[in-house]
């Protein structure tokens, strides 16, 4: 069934295409205008009307043991956001797997990557996503706080066994990339480390945080896996760590790296509260340094949770919980800390924080390698992407912001002097271009011939919040999923992940680890193809070497 | 009794046509507890576990206070001190303690004491092999007070007890918590209640502000930790939530299976046993459909369908306590031919779609 999508202003960065003009779809791909005079079958009129490619979130926490383990200890969630005026159901259904689809859908995303899927509890990740509809997604598998990978590093540092061992641990999983979380802080944190810095040793093992993520740099790089190491720094949330931020850039001498959530090391030290944005030295580091991309992590003032494998900084900020109530899950590798978290307009810390993760956002003089995230649920509820796009659209709407903010956090924030409006293209860049080519998903964020179908259409209007809250159209895989903001068709999506080639000895090697220190078979927690008991879920995006 | 299709045609007719139906059980795997939450959904019915008083007082601590939990094998590898609190983690596991204390050394852990095995309030275990063990025996009913006068001991607020002796055990053992690297108390939350479980917490919280201390607990059988984990990520509440209003309701006393059918409010039940394992005795008198992959689980009138085996006659995703999670067992044999309790359920689920009973 050949799709016309006809005369809407087409934005398609990847292909710099930004025009009134006519998109086709046949059998779930975008294909060129037809040269045999063959009729749609279905024409779309789309006059007045903004056509992207689906959008694709590289960033948020959506399922696993970590994120079950936040919805069990905060169910009340939705409901205390919608009562601080979050448009969302109050519900605790309204943060499961089903609802989590459609809302994305709604919002014209059609691929969303979780960020953490700790490799022993990969069966339930990998169910939690696939109970997920609409959406396809990819998850990014956790190591360098395992002691698998901290033995290799300590021992002779033979690289090609950890290389092997991190392909065999995103094959086993099925995972899309590599996630490094606090690179040998969350093992620290066993030996009762309370703060943890690039060069800090893990006890016992005597590797510092900086050689943890060279090697796993140089496995993921050497493995060809396009999606480069992805990198939760150290210091999260500190005053002054902005110095810790362009420290590891620097670290990464040249090889990809990707910053998760850089807002939150965005800080210096200066002024009377010790806390001053740093968002302009970040942007320079960025700019400067090519080979390092970066998602923000905006926050956004309101109710949230959060959740992560940084279990030390987790633990450091358990007497900030709001609700006060808290969670720890000491595991294998990373663990998860839980922390709920209210951000306040009138807390001077949360002022800055918002400020810096626009500011950042706004200063990027390269926006492929400057992404839109909030950390879903960390910084904000993933629901509350239309009121950041609003921001970084309307400087108007800032200067209203900024004007409910205390004077301390105005004074120490570059926003009121950025003009700078992001474009429609631009913020097609960030929330779908960009995010897909750094995660080497090519078929995918853009609207060339050969892309997937995925398509989201919104009205255009001068309030950006309402036109990106509630797509026109969605067309995933080609098939009519929303109208008129409403999921119209429930469907399910594929998962994505990479399978580099390894040695084979690394399976016996990690089957005794595994044996002698767990007690467990590493069969119980590799992921077999019919985990969702639907054909097709998986699908492999290939690796590069 | 009933035979395939029949069975499944008075099934769907009983489930469709009740006011308030509970799916009760639910020792399934994930798939099958996926389907059961699915038709819950579609009958605005009620799930509960066979195991749902421990998990629902599990699951009310962590909404309300949170969770200092370890890992099964964080525990193995580096807790130098581990407090077996009352009977039921032996009962539960009898080989726990040598799994736990494994003959040969763990991955590096914190400090560099021995690791030692503390018994509070059970019966005196046999500690596995060049294990010191410091048994603590205490009457019945005695565990309560017991754990309070510890909380108080490492709180070092001052207490008094009438049995001396008892007390200055207690005072050493919150010297030992103190002066261990990594103190893990293990426990089931199927004997403390939940005052107790929070004394617990409160205690590991206060370690904590010093040295690394957790808590790990004996997973609730009958696959009761994956259920409810399964129930948490679909809905959003753990078992004992009830669908009947639209939107998932949870309430650990409302909506407990046996409470809902001794008081007349439910007027169906289906009950699935479908694991290995201890079975469950079925809550009172309602009509009942069973799901059974045992002979012998079921009553006379109940409307019975046979299920395969979850994990030993197909591959299943259960919670393992080995890796403190959910993961996939293969079956070694030849499997029984038998249709799973999720296919079952999703069969039913259409025939009552078809009858246009919802």
Same mark, same amino acid.
């Given at each position: 069934m050949l799709i016309l999508l006809q005369g809407g202003r087409v934005v398609d960065p990847a292909h710099d295409r930004d025009a009134i003009g006519d998109v086709f779809i046949e059998d779930g791909r975008i294909v060129a205008a037809p040269t045999d005079g063959r009729r749609p079958d279905a024409t779309y009129d789309l006059r007045g009307k903004i056509v992207m490619a689906g959008g694709v979130d590289l960033h948020s926490h959506i399922a696993g043991s970590n994120v079950t383990l936040a919805r069990e200890i905060m169910p009340e969630l939705p409901a205390l956001a919608a009562a601080g005026g979050v448009d969302i159901a109050p519900s605790p259904a309204t943060w499961g797997s089903y609802a989590t689809g459609l809302r994305y859908a709604q919002m014209g995303y059609t691929t969303v990557i979780e960020p953490a899927l700790i490799p022993t509890h990969a069966i339930e990740a990998q169910i939690e996503l696939a109970a997920i509809p609409i959406i396809d997604v990819g998850a990014l598998g956790i190591l360098g706080n395992d002691d698998y990978s901290l033995g290799l590093l300590r021992g002779t540092g033979d690289a090609s066994e950890l290389q092997d061992y991190v392909a065999w641990t995103l094959s086993h999983a099925k995972c899309l990339g590599l996630k490094v979380i606090n690179a040998g802080g969350a093992e620290a944190f066993k030996f009762n480390v309370r703060t943890f810095s690039l060069d800090d040793e893990v006890p016992d093992y005597g590797v510092t945080s900086r050689a943890i993520m060279r090697a796993m740099q140089k496995a993921v790089t050497d493995l060809g896996v %396009?999606? %480069? +190491?992805h990198l939760h720094c *150290? *210091?999260? &949330? +500190?005053? &002054?760590n902005a110095d810790t931020a362009l420290a590891t850039m620097e670290a990464a001498e040249g090889l990809p790296i990707h910053l998760a959530h850089i807002q939150f090391y965005g800080y210096g030290k200066e002024g009377p509260k010790g806390l001053s944005s740093a968002a302009p030295r970040i942007a320079e580091g960025i700019a400067r340094h090519k080979n390092v991309s970066v998602d923000i992590g905006q926050v956004m003032f309101g109710q949230t949770v959060t959740i992560s494998g940084d279990i030390l900084r987790q633990f450091d900020g358990r007497n900030a919980a709001n609700p006060k109530k808290w969670g720890l899950s000491q595991g294998e590798g990373n663990g998860t800390g839980v922390v709920p978290y209210k951000y306040r307009a009138k807390s001077f810390v949360n002022a800055v924080q918002w400020s810096v993760g626009l500011e950042i956002m706004l200063l990027a003089d390269d926006l492929w390698r400057v992404l839109f995230s909030t950390d879903h649920p960390n910084g904000a509820l993933f629901v509350r992407y239309p009121e950041i796009i609003q921001l970084l659209m309307d400087r108007n709407e800032r200067a209203r912001w900024l004007e409910r903010l205390p004077q301390d956090a105005r004074e120490v924030s570059n926003l009121a002097a950025i003009a700078r409006e992001l474009t429609y293209a631009e913020i097609a860049i960030i929330t779908r271009a960009g995010p897909a080519r750094l995660l080497g998903l090519q078929d995918r964020g853009h609207l060339g011939p050969g892309a997937v179908a995925d398509v989201a259409v919104y009205v255009e209007r001068d309030d950006k919040k309402a036109m990106f809250e509630k797509a026109d159209y969605v067309f995933k895989d080609g098939r009519l999923v929303v109208r008129d903001g409403a999921v119209t068709e429930v469907t399910f999506g594929r998962a994505y992940h990479v399978a580099p080639g390894f040695d084979s000895k690394i399976e016996r090697r990690v089957a005794d680890f595994y044996d002698r220190y767990y007690g467990a078979k590493v069969s119980t927690f590799g992921v077999p193809d019919d985990i969702a008991a639907r054909p097709h879920r998986f699908a492999k995006v290939p690796c590069q070497s | 009794m009933g035979d395939g299709a029949g069975a499944l045609e008075r099934a769907a007719e009983l489930l469709g046509g009740a006011r308030l139906p509970v799916i009760g059980g639910l020792l399934t795997d994930i798939a099958g507890a996926q389907a059961a939450l699915a038709l819950a959904q579609k009958l605005g019915g009620v799930v509960d576990h066979a195991a749902g008083t421990a998990l629902t007082r599990a699951a009310r601590i962590r909404r309300e206070t949170g969770v200092c939990a370890a890992s099964f094998g964080e525990v193995r590898n580096r807790a130098d001190v581990v407090v077996i609190l009352g009977d039921a983690p032996l009962d539960q596991d009898p080989a726990l303690l040598d799994t736990l204390f494994p003959p040969h050394d763990g991955l590096p852990r914190p400090g560099n004491a021995k690791r030692q095995l503390i018994a509070l309030g059970g019966r005196k275990p046999s500690a596995p092999k060049g294990v010191p063990l410091t048994s603590i025996e205490i009457g019945k009913g005695g565990l309560p007070a017991a754990i309070a006068m510890l909380a108080a001991g490492v709180g070092q607020r001052r207490f008094a007890f009438k049995d001396k002796s008892l007390q200055d055990k207690i005072e050493s053992v919150a010297d030992k918590l103190h002066t261990a690297a990594f103190a893990v108390f293990v426990y089931s939350a199927a004997e403390l209640e939940e005052p107790v479980l929070h004394t617990v917490l409160q205690i590991v919280r206060d370690l904590s502000n010093k040295t690394r201390a957790a808590m790990l607990a004996l997973p609730a059988p009958g696959n009761g930790e994956g259920v409810n984990l399964c129930s948490t990520w679909t809905c959003g509440l753990p078992v004992r939530t009830s669908f009947a209003r639209g939107v998932p309701v949870h309430d650990g006393w409302l909506y407990a299976a046996d409470r809902l059918i001794a008081s007349g409010e439910a007027d169906a039940l289906l009950w699935i046993d479908g694991l290995d394992g201890k079975p469950s005795a079925l809550p009172g008198r309602v009509p009942t459909v069973v799901l059974s992959a045992r002979s012998g689980s079921h009553r006379r009138g109940d409307i019975v369908i046979e299920v395969a085996n979850a994990g030993t006659d197909h591959e299943a995703a259960l919670y393992l306590p080995a890796i403190t999670g959910i993961g996939m067992v293969r079956p070694s044999g030849q499997g029984s031919g038998k249709p799973t309790v999720a296919a079952v359920l999703t069969r039913l689920s259409e025939i009552i779609d078809a009858r246009g009973g919802r």
């Open positions: %396009p999606h %480069p +190491v *150290n *210091n999260l &949330g +500190v005053a &002054g | -």
